[in-house]
């Protein structure tokens, strides 16, 4: 797990995460949880999912440090197109603490996010960004992402509705 040093501050480092960082990662997810909104978690429900990135080998997750503290992350996996051209990168989470917003540390880590796709042969990188974020929508669009409209994004939440739903003759 090699860290890269920044250019812009040499306290910043971004790091592939690993088994020993459950605890950067809780607390990194409870500051997006407080962030959007959502329920903060007890210790046991951040550490199912904390196991489940760092463990089930579905998803990859850097971290931005400053020093010894984390301050932000991207949460990403790999997906195949049915296409067969080429592997697709699906970063499903970008995100910078309150502290450590306007450093440039987003940017740090899209370029990571970039680069590693890049070197797993992926022919393009893929991300949702919420409507309701014009600093991030305003962030995604100086680096280029194309915004596409020709797609609509779906969730599924209630299974047991899914299920009846999709059971019926």
Known sequence: MTAVATDRDPGLVLRQAGSSDGAAVAHLLRLTDAHYGNPIKDAAGYQAVIADI??????????????????GYALYTF???TDGIGAQMFLKEL?????ARSRGIGRMLMK????????????????TARLDNPRGLEFYDSLGGKQLTERLYYRITDFDDFFRRISKD
């Open 54 to 71: 760092l463990e089930s080998g579905y998803s990859d997750i850097v971290i931005a440090w400053d020093g010894e503290t984390p301050i």
């Open 79 to 81: 997906l195949q197109p």
């Open 95 to 99: 995100f910078v603490g309150p502290e």
């Open 112 to 127: 990571r996010m970039g680069e590693i796709a890049v070197a797993r042969g992926c022919l393009r990188l893929d991300w």
